[in-house]
């Protein structure tokens, strides 16, 4: 973040979040997309998640934890259902998250 803020200063860090919560809830949503036939009702629900995470938004730290919870699923999900093994990431997820 400081070399965001060097070059661009405080705008830059806006964007550079604004980013990191809409890919979250792009990843949320295309998740959803392959589990649910409808794009409204997928829609809908990524917005209600949308709104209820908005407290969260407010502390640095939850941004980044965040999209890395809907990765964190998103892996475990691959694993239970499409039996696709990459749980060797979830370790590497586990040590972003706590530091």
Known sequence: MAIVHSVSGLTGI???F?????TTYFLLFR????RISGHPVTALIVCFAAVSSTPALLARPHI???????IWYHLLN???YRH???LFLLPLLTLVVAS
């Open 14 to 16: 806006v964007i550079f």
């Open 18 to 22: 604004s980013f990191i919560i809409a």
């Open 31 to 34: 998740m959803l997309a392959t």
């Open 64 to 70: 980044f934890s965040l999209v890395l919870r809907v």
């Open 78 to 80: 691959e694993f239970q």
């Open 84 to 86: 696709k093994t990459r």
